[in-house]
């Protein structure tokens, strides 16, 4: 089946510095690929969708300035969060869709700013 | 856009005892309609779909039922065991290619030995 690697699955920085995240399609080409962040007990909110080769479009609300997202090949996109702030702590995680593959999530980074 | 809502927010039952979901939704283009169950600190798995030319979906102890005139389907899961205890999403999707998913708010089910 299909198979999304997240890393890091676990990060702790500093207040100020960016954070790279990267979600690879690891059997398939996943031309699209969601980025999500999750709170506490919340569900998933849809921050921006990544589509191969071209820019990311960003839910409202999301600052495309702070989440770069860059999905520059069929099978990685990179999601960094630039100049972290301890509001920014969160769960992430991705979801690739490609074809004859469904929605597959990676397994999500849990991301601490101190 | 699409909305979903998703009821209760917190479910206990008994093991043994049947949990039922409930999920509503706005979009009547929506036609793909998932349910997620995420352990704490992990991934949404994929445990049931369904899609909206199907009423009814069964998959050993877990069901889904939809009714598309009222917009709402459901999550039933029967015989539940302590290892059912997990929050569970439902999503709402046009099944086009490459299509977003809006996820209900969750269900925190609580399986009580």
């Known amino acids: 089946g299909a198979v999304v690697s997240q890393h890091p699955s676990r990060v702790i920085c500093k207040s100020g510095t960016s954070v790279k995240i990267e979600c690879r399609s690891l059997?398939?080409?996943?031309?699209?690929m969601f980025w999500y962040r999750q709170f506490p007990k919340k569900s998933l909110m849809l921050m921006a969708t990544?589509?191969?080769?071209?820019?990311?479009?960003?839910e409202q609300g999301v600052e495309k300035d702070k989440f770069l997202i860059n999905h520059a090949s069929l099978t990685l996109s990179t999601l960094t969060v630039t100049s972290a702030h301890p509001e920014d702590s969160s769960f992430y995680i991705c979801?690739?869709?490609?074809?004859?593959?469904?929605?597959?999530f990676g397994s999500g980074t849990r991301l601490t700013v101190v | 856009g699409e909305n979903v809502e998703q009821h209760p927010s917190t479910l206990s039952v008994q093991e043994g005892d049947s949990a039922v979901i409930k999920c509503t939704y706005s979009d009547s283009a929506s036609n793909y309609f998932p349910w997620y169950k995420q352990e704490l600190g992990k991934r949404p798995q994929l445990i049931i779909d369904i899609r909206s030319n199907v009423g009814e979906k069964k998959d050993q102890r877990i069901a889904v039922t939809l009714n598309k005139t009222a917009k709402h389907f459901s999550l039933h899961i029967t015989e539940t065991q302590p290892e059912d205890s997990a929050v569970y999403f439902c999503?709402?999707?046009?099944?086009?290619?490459?299509?977003?998913?809006?996820f209900g708010p969750g269900t925190r089910l609580s399986v009580l030995p």
């Open positions: 999503a709402a999707s046009r099944s086009g290619y490459g299509q977003n998913f809006v």
């Open positions: 979801s690739a869709v490609g074809q004859n593959y469904g929605y597959t």
């Open positions: 990544s589509n191969e080769g071209s820019k990311a479009t960003y």
């Open positions: 059997d398939f080409q996943a031309t699209t």
